[in-house]
């Protein structure tokens, strides 16, 4: 090791200092620290030795908060969040498998992730689409967006972390000095989570009526948990358990619309009223904003335009429920106003960043859309007809499993659900 003059005149000067008899002290100054206990680790983290130094390009961690379970109409139990995922090496990463471990590195496997399905889950930031992704350059960060599904609440572990098996593929020609100390492939634990000891915010139904549709819903990879922007002074999943509500006909095909779609109120779902999910007050109102033109995006939208005419409403609890893209001049409350559940506050429209009437549903922290940790939540009461699916010819009504009420559960992506009428709310 090369020392410079400086330092070793500096470290003279420390030495003479150092041969000055001091007379020994027991008083600590006010307001001192204790001295800080060492640790046993050395900050080195669980799942490394601490007796070699191991090459780990990933830096892997988890995007808050700890994710509270919610039970979905599947009957099981899902934990949501995400792993984000810098490949701080100069060599282009391929995760080839992904498990999640109970209780610490050396607990047990409890799901695990194929590599087919991690390229469907990763995103590459700041891509918001859920464009399938290889591999994650070096120098790039990638987000995974994970599902932990569990029979029961029971199962769910206090704590889980991850194993990552990646494989290192070549690097640019100007890293090819220093790319070679690298391994061809490694296998990382990281991304510890927490699971959360709260519950999901149980709310009534923000519509009324058939043929509902949870379009973008929690756990799969959808433009809603794609969502994952550098809002708020951090990486946030600001949409994880949100929902674009469309409306279809149980009874025909499974589309959103009757003719050619070209206007707004071709759709189903337009123009239907939107209801208070539980007693509170009107935390925000914005309004002002034009219905846009349906299958057309409109370009150069701020962040305040992308909620269009919105009320925030706070539930309590500190949690808020957010109805965005709203009908001009519908909303029937100002800020300040006390709401009961099942109140009109609006009607669903297709005003800012939107492609088609629907209502955007979501539950917060804080009555800031975007920054504040989103939270899962539960209808208490509706019916749950089947999904959409796939068809020949287009999108297709499945049925089942197992149609019928449910209750407090979280409607998954894609499902078709029946809310109570207005005379049974």
């Known amino acids: 090791m090369r020392t410079s003059p400086t330092l070793l005149l500096a470290c003279a000067a420390l030495l003479a200092a150092c041969s000055t008899p001091v007379e020994p002290t027991s008083v600590e100054p006010a307001g001192s620290s204790p001295t800080p206990v060492a640790d046993a680790r050395g900050g080195i983290p669980p799942g490394y030795p601490v007796d070699v130094d191991v ?12 994710p509270i379970p919610v039970t979905g109409t599947d009957g099981k139990v899902h934990v949501a969040y995400e792993l984000s995922v810098l490949n701080s090496g100069f060599r282009p990463a391929t995760i080839t498998k992904l498990e999640t471990l109970a209780d610490g590195p050396d607990g047990a496997t409890v799901t695990t992730v194929s590599q087919r399905e991690i390229v469907e889950r990763t995103l590459l930031v700041p891509n918001l689409l859920p464009d399938p992704v290889t591999e994650i350059p070096a120098g790039r960060t990638a987000v995974l967006v994970l599902d932990d599904v569990y029979d029961t609440l029971a199962q769910v572990p206090a704590e889980v972390t991850h194993r990552l098996t990646v494989t290192l593929g070549a690097a640019a020609p100007e890293y090819h000095a220093v790319s070679s100390r690298y391994p ?10 927490r699971t959360g000891t709260g519950s999901p915010v149980v709310i009534g139904p923000p519509l009324e009526g058939d043929g509902w549709v949870a379009g973008n819903a929690c756990c799969t990879v959808s433009t809603h948990r794609g969502a994952v922007i550098g809002v708020g002074g951090r990486l946030s999943g600001s949409e994880r358990y949100a929902i674009d509500w469309v409306r279809v006909d149980p009874a025909g095909p499974a589309t959103t619309h009757t003719g050619d779609g070209t206007r707004n109120a071709d759709y189903l779902a337009y123009g239907a009223p939107l209801l208070a999910v539980a007693d509170g007050t009107v935390a925000a109102v914005s309004g002002g904003y034009r219905d846009a033109a349906p299958q057309v ?35 029937s409350v100002k800020v300040g106003d006390k709401v009961t559940r099942g109140q009109v506050i609006g009607r669903l429209g297709n005003s800012g960043n939107t492609t088609e009437a629907h209502l955007h549903f979501h539950v917060m922290r804080a009555p800031v859309p975007l920054s504040s940790d989103n939270v899962p939540f539960e209808i208490d009461r509706f019916t749950f007809v089947g999904s959409i699916g796939d068809g020949p010819d287009g999108p297709l009504l ?5 149609p019928g009420e449910r209750t407090d559960q979280l409607p998954l992506a894609w499902d078709v659900v029946n809310f109570p009428a207005p005379a049974q709310r």
């Open 55 to 66: 090459v780990a390009p990933l830096v892997i961690t988890t995007l808050g908060p700890d």
């Open 184 to 193: 061809d492939s490694v296998t990382q634990i990281g991304g510890p989570v």
């Open 297 to 331: 995006v409109t370009p150069d939208q701020s962040f305040e335009e992308l909620g269009g005419n919105h009320v925030i409403l706070d539930i309590g609890d500190g949690n808020f429920a957010l109805y965005a893209h709203m009908l001009p001049d519908s909303t």
């Open 398 to 402: 499945v049925r089942g499993p197992q």
